[in-house]
């Protein structure tokens, strides 16, 4: 007598393949988001990169000369100064101004959104550094300036870079 | 078995069969979706920082002592040594650069490059160059368009000093 499948064991087998592919699934959906979080890894690098050479740009302190040389009595407070804007990046014009900016959404160094980065915020904070990079706490001042510009999106954790200004 | 369990069982089968080309079609997909995110990102990232020793368009401008023009749609710079000129520029949907006479492909399936020069005023602050001579910050948004339209554009955004900065 041959023997073979019955009805039962075959639709069995199917349904249990079929929970087996299911479970792949969860497999592709993470492959997607870890590819978009990579993506928007990079574009955050690439801004950050971008709004340290804007915050470059400027003098190193407000009591820096033109041209530049090394000052002895540097800015104990960081922020933007006297007439500065806090909410306008273009009236700032050293480096320590930065400190605290805040943008909900990419704008140019004119403070005009880029449209394409709407949902992205960057953030600076500027710090005075002794030589051992320890932060100092105000209103010590030292020749260094540490300036760390932090990108993000909703839902990914900053992507910060860190560079040293000093004092010339 | 009988004509009536055959049918409900090719139902059945039939119905998971259904679910599981599903499934791996969604694999295929999503090895697609992956494989072209990389490359589009790649291209973008090679436009803007080169890649071995093609130098890209942020390179240039860090390395360079002055813009040559104020074209928002390339890039050339002067770079100090030898005073050459460097350009990138768009021709198709590909990005060259041209030094010395000699052009070579930078990136390709680059759909567009927008560019901002800027400079600072006598005041200390920032505004857009009205001469290419004054320009000392260089800002380009480059973006890879998709081959078709089920498919996303990439885009990045840059900014380089170059060394005529005070």
């Known amino acids: ?168 | 078995m009988t004509l009536v369990e055959l049918m409900v069982g090719m139902v059945v089968a039939g119905v998971i069969a259904g679910v599981c080309a599903k499934v791996l079609l969604l694999g295929i997909k999503t090895y697609n979706y992956a494989t072209r995110q990389n490359d589009s990102l790649s291209r973008t990232r090679k436009a803007l920082g080169g890649e071995g020793s093609s130098m890209g368009l942020l390179s240039a401008c860090r390395g360079a002592t002055a813009v040559s023009a104020l074209d928002p749609a390339s890039v050339a710079v002067v770079s100090g040594t030898s005073a050459a000129v460097t350009s990138y520029y768009i021709s198709g949907d590909s990005l060259y650069a041209s030094k010395s006479g000699v052009v070579s492909l930078q990136a390709d399936s680059i759909s567009s490059l927008a560019v901002n020069y800027y400079n600072m005023d006598d005041s200390g602050l920032i505004r857009l160059s009205s001469a290419a001579a004054s320009a000392t910050l260089v800002t380009a948004l480059v973006t890879v368009q998709s081959k078709n339209n089920t498919q996303k554009d990439y885009r990045l955004y840059a900014g380089a000093m170059l060394r005529n900065h005070p």
């Open chain 1, 1 to 168: 007598m041959n023997r073979g499948f019955i009805l039962v064991e075959a639709t069995i087998s199917y349904v249990l393949l079929a929970v087996a592919l299911l479970a792949l699934l969860p497999v592709f959906i993470l492959a997607i988001k870890t590819g978009k979080g990579s993506e928007q890894l990079q574009v955050a690098t690439y801004l950050s990169q971008e709004l340290l050479e804007e915050v470059r740009m400027r003098k190193w302190d407000q009591n820096t000369p033109t041209p530049p040389s090394r000052i002895l009595n540097p800015s104990s407070t960081l922020g933007p100064d006297g007439a500065e804007s806090a909410s306008d990046k273009k009236s700032f014009n050293d480096i320590d101004d930065f400190n605290g900016w805040t943008e909900r959404a990419v704008t140019d160094p004119l403070n005009n959104p880029v449209p394409a980065f709407a949902a992205y915020a960057r953030t600076v904070s500027v710090s005075y550094v002794d030589s051992n990079m320890v932060v100092l706490s105000t209103p010590t001042t030292s020749d260094y300036k540490q300036v760390t510009v932090c990108t993000q999106t909703a839902k990914h954790p900053p992507l910060c870079l860190a560079t040293l200004f000093t004092n010339h």
